[in-house]
């Protein structure tokens, strides 16, 4: 008689799109499913460590296995001798012990690791693009060159709450959003890694102005701090703000006119092209003394100009003031 095999497991991978078919090949049980995708099994045995490396030396599929609670101590997830890491695309490690896992170069691709405990893990180059990362435990953990992605999948969730008009569930996902970002700031500041740390504050402080009433004084003062330093972050910012503010002024200015040796002076159509540029390029020299509080006297504003030279003045030692503790905040850390 032909021996009766039992049927593969029908794990469907999430990813549709994907050029692969990532099938599992191992047998299933009564569930349908294999030891590891089987979410049902219990697997916070002591025996699960040495199953897991020898499933993923063996090239098991790795991608959406329920590893729940799973104590995985010191587990050595590399890919040793490979290129690309372990591929655990849509795994759940939900409450998993992995602390001093060696996690080399691990895809966690779309995977949830939330109130996993990582401390002392090694996570350096991995993949963590919308992975749910909320709750775990940094403490100790290396995650340099790691893939956070642009946004994390509770910001993401957020956005698409608010535009199905779901406050509170948008809400939510920004408040734990808020909380993941500001458990990376302070890792990250830990570890030394100050550069990541400041786009995480810049994200953290974010997420909690969006929380804010959409149009109330609180949050449109943080976007305009967002806007001009990145939270003081964003040197940069401020310099490209400064530029635009003398720019924007000079053209103010050569059109309401300047007084130079007694005689005001403006763009017009009566002069050629030559004197009214040469007359523009007068007006933003004359912004950039005023922007700086120069003021040499040479060039003095009249009319409408006196208001816009009073404004940029203001504005400007506010500015230069706020790039010099930016920058020193950045270079001193």
């Known amino acids: ?79 040793h001798h490979q290129k690309l890491g372990y591929d655990f695309s849509y795994a759940d490690f939900y409450h998993a012990n992995l602390m001093g896992g060696h996690l080399f170069n691990i895809n966690l691709n779309n995977a949830s690791i939330m109130k996993a405990d990582l401390r002392d893990a090694n996570l350096n180059c991995a993949n963590l693009e919308n992975t749910n990362m909320l709750g775990v435990k940094w403490a100790g ?36 959003a808020e909380e993941i970002y500001r458990d990376l700031r302070k890792h990250s500041e830990h570890e030394g890694i100050f550069t990541l740390s400041g786009y995480f504050i810049q994200k953290e402080l974010t997420m909690r ?14 976007k305009l701090v967002d806007i001009c330093c990145g939270y003081g972050e964003a040197p940069l910012r401020i ?24 005689a005001v002076q403006s763009l017009s159509s009566e002069q050629d092209i030559q004197q009214n540029i040469n007359f523009f390029f007068s007006s933003l020299y004359y912004s950039v003394v005023t922007f ?12 409408i100009s006196r208001a816009i030279a009073a404004i940029e003045a203001f504005t400007g030692s506010f500015t230069i003031a706020l790039f010099v503790v930016v920058f020193v905040k950045k270079m001193t850390r």
């Open 1 to 79: 008689m032909n021996e009766i095999k039992s049927p593969l497991c029908r794990y469907q991978d999430p990813n549709k799109k994907g050029t692969e078919n990532f099938c599992c090949t191992e047998q299933a049980n009564d569930s349908g499913f294999c030891y590891w995708h089987d979410k049902s099994i219990d697997k916070t045995g002591t025996e699960v460590k040495a199953l897991l490396e020898e499933y993923a030396k063996n090239g098991g599929l790795l991608r959406g296995i329920y590893l729940t609670r799973a104590n995985l101590k010191d587990v050595d997830l590399v890919n």
């Open 141 to 176: 953990s290396k995650f340099e060159n790691i893939k956070f992605g642009k946004k994390i999948r509770q910001e993401i969730a957020a956005k698409k709450a608010q535009k199905q008009k779901n406050q509170r569930a948008s809400l939510d996902y920004l408040e734990q």
């Open 209 to 222: 102005r969006l929380q804010l009433p959409r149009f109330s004084i609180k949050r449109t003062l943080s």
């Open 239 to 262: 310099i490209g703000l400064s530029m635009a503010i003398i720019f924007v002024c000079a053209i103010i200015y050569a059109f309401t006119g300047l007084s130079y040796n007694g």
């Open 292 to 303: 700086t509080t120069l003021g040499y006297g040479d060039f003095t504003p009249v009319g």
